[in-house]
């Protein structure tokens, strides 16, 4: 017999995955949620260190670029003053502590800005190595520790100058929340900054253990420290649960710097640092699950899946094997016993058509009576009727049971979060567009009167080479001409000169919003330099972890960007209304037919972008969330959904190798018992209906080969010796 074919295999794997489904769903279903905090926290706690990580890095790698990059616009420019270095680059960028130029060859201190630059940690005489201008960390006399930058200024005929900055390892526009701690961990586990609500011994205790955690677990690598095929962060990250003090329980995530692309590191992201966060939750044990329920399920699934098994036995498998030893007797030449006919169905016709076989075997014509069959089920309809049974214990599991309704409770700090992730997200959209008129007001304080076209659009094209935001740079004249250019054609109107507006969006009515930034040039008569940002750039800053769906809105309500599929300038969701009202950030949980968290934070804070009065809005269906209501209810749906595969894989398994086979073998047993012995029979499956495919092929070889008598009369009788 075939190992997959045949009447018992697909019978035995039925009763098998069954008794494993009936095991499982109690297990799953009757085992109480007994966890103090559940998984869509600690997986929060994850995603808040993410974007912590995610901000602490492009801040650091902004700050590098900045520096050098507005130390190479000084360099191709006339030669200035230390002190007018300094002065230009605070006007343009204030995110420095400190800053300084120092002279070369001499070490002498020619100009100074902000706090002390700590200087005794470069070393002047090793600038020309590989990593002689590679940014380092110093830790001040006070345990802060400071980030120093340094960017070499070169004019033909003076000596060499090094302008240096210091930063700190703080996180720009990231929303802690109430009662979040947060902190910058070296590969040593060591805090260097720290941040939030550190107020009690208690707290600062709990934060340096997840500092020495965290280090730990960095130090993986990035694709051994995540479960096969998983997605999401490209760094290592994960959360951590600390100790608990009555119903209170100190929960935190962690994650390591990583470049936005992987295999492409970044200055900060070489630096070896993680960022862990810390914040207290409520503890309490919630048993929604009843342990009686998932047994009774498991006991309801034991009974009718027996009943389905018996039935199959009792009307398939059975009168099967019993055709299938009668059709082997009759060719061994056993013609004395009556073939055993089963009740009904198609095993039924089979085991007439044998009877009528068996007799014409000992001589009687082919036109004989054979023995009645009685009506009943077919092996279709009993499959049917498995089927059903089956479907009567899974149905409900899928769609009725232990279903969560509009009523669910959602963690408090699960919309705290959302919130907070929401405000960091604004800020570092703001940040971003504020970053790139800074870097339009750098290049228009160094184009002066005498700037020609060709030196313009050197300095355009090297900026566009150092940041990715920019789709199109030009230079625009009062008169609306556009002088030098670089990057795609701009959208710009012709004749119309320079928006008063530092930024602002055009485009209504294409495909895709226009922004575009304006900074004045001071030096050329009414001139200015304009910068297009890429949307692509925007939407790819709004793709987080764990917040669901991200929009950028304008004051109209209209969509600006996002993080997956939408249409330019299309209304927000009704269902936002009433948040993006509001003219501060806000969430809520949206109760209805879909239960959602959702959250939205205006841009807040100065620079340029903040006249664009845009909203950031997020919202995510709760039962996304690992919700213990949710995952009850995954849980439930998963048991029927197994229970309806088994059914279907075994019933259509034994249906295409059993049943159809077996309807094609009464056709053919009731055709060879009515005369038909000109057909060959071949067998086409080497299991129990294949057998008696066989037995009948030998049967009408016998039939065949019965002499006839010369009168024309019946045969003699299989058997029967001549005296």
Partial sequence: MSLVGGIRPPIAVLSVLLLSLAGITALTLGKPDNALVPKAVLTSQQYVAEDGAIALRASLDESVTDLTGTATLFNEGKPVSADTVLDKVGEVYQKWRGTAVIEIKSGKMLAARGENVPLTAIDLGKLSRGDGLAPRMVRLENGQTRLIIPALLSWKGRPQQLLVASSTLSFPGVDLGPGRAIGVVDSTGRLLSSHGALDSERARKQLASFAKTAARKGRQHPIKAKEPGAGGYTGVSGHLTGGAAEDVRTVGGYATLTPPQPGEPTTASSLGLTVVTGVDVSAKVSQITRPAFGVAAA?????????????????????????????????????????????????????????????????????????????????????????????????????????????????????????????????????????????????????????????????????MEDHDRYQSMYVLGADG???????????????????????????????????????????????????????????????????????????????????????????????????????????????????????????????????????????????????????????????????????????????????????????????????????????????????????????????????????????????????
């Fill in 481 to 723: 001409e556009i002088l030098a250019r670089a990057g795609d054609g701009p959208h710009h109107e012709d004749g119309k000169g320079p928006s008063k507006q530092a930024i602002e969006v055009t485009g209504e009515g294409g495909k895709k919003p226009v922004v575009t930034a304006t900074a004045q040039a001071p030096g050329r008569g009414g001139a200015a330099v304009v910068g297009e940002f890429r949307i692509e750039f925007v939407n790819g800053l709004l793709g987080r972890q764990g917040m669901g769906e991200v929009r950028v809105v304008d004051a109209k309500g209209r969509v600006i960007g996002g993080d997956s599929g939408y249409i330019a300038f299309e209304k927000a969701p009704s269902y936002m209304g009433s948040l993006l009202a509001a003219k501060q950030a806000h969430a809520t949980v949206q109760r209805g037919g879909t239960v959602r968290v959702a959250a939205v934070a205006p841009f807040s804070g100065g620079g340029a972008a903040k006249s664009l009065r845009w909203s950031l809005a997020s919202w995510q269906p709760a039962s996304g969330l690992a919700i213990p209501e949710y995952s009850l209810q995954n849980r439930t749906v998963l048991a029927g959904l197994l229970g309806l595969t088994a059914a279907a894989a075994c019933l259509g398994w034994l249906h295409i190798v059993v049943v159809r086979p077996l309807r094609a073998l009464a056709g053919q047993a009731e055709a060879l018992a009515a005369g038909d012995r000109r057909t060959v029979l071949f067998p086409r499956h080497h299991d129990e209906v294949g057998a008696v495919v066989r037995s009948l092929e030998l049967i009408r070889q016998q039939l065949q080969g019965q002499p006839r008598k010369r009168d024309g009369g019946s045969r003699t009788p299989a058997g029967v010796g001549r005296n």
């Fill in 299 to 463: 006991g309801a699934l034991l009974l009718i899946g027996g009943l389905a098994v018996m039935v199959l036995l009792g009307t398939v498998q059975r009168p099967l094997i019993r055709l299938f030893l009668e059709s082997r007797r009759l060719t061994r030449g056993d013609l004395a016993r009556p073939v055993s006919v089963p009740r009904a169905g198609e095993a039924a016709r089979v085991g007439a058509a044998l009877e009528r076989l068996r007799r014409q075997l000992q001589g009687e014509p082919a036109d004989g009576d054979g023995p009645v069959v009685r009506k009943g089920l077919g092996a279709r309809a009993l499959l049917a009727v498995c089927a059903v049974l089956l479907l009567v214990w899974s149905v409900p599991l899928m769609l009725v049971l232990n279903r969560a309704d509009s009523s669910v409770k959602v963690p408090a700090q699960i919309v705290h979060d959302q919130k907070s992730r929401t405000v960091t997200l604004s800020d570092r959209v703001r940040r971003a567009l504020n970053e790139g008129h800074a870097d339009l007001s750098a290049v228009a304080a160094l184009i002066g009167d005498r700037t020609t076209p060709e030196d313009m659009k050197k300095v355009l094209e090297r900026t």
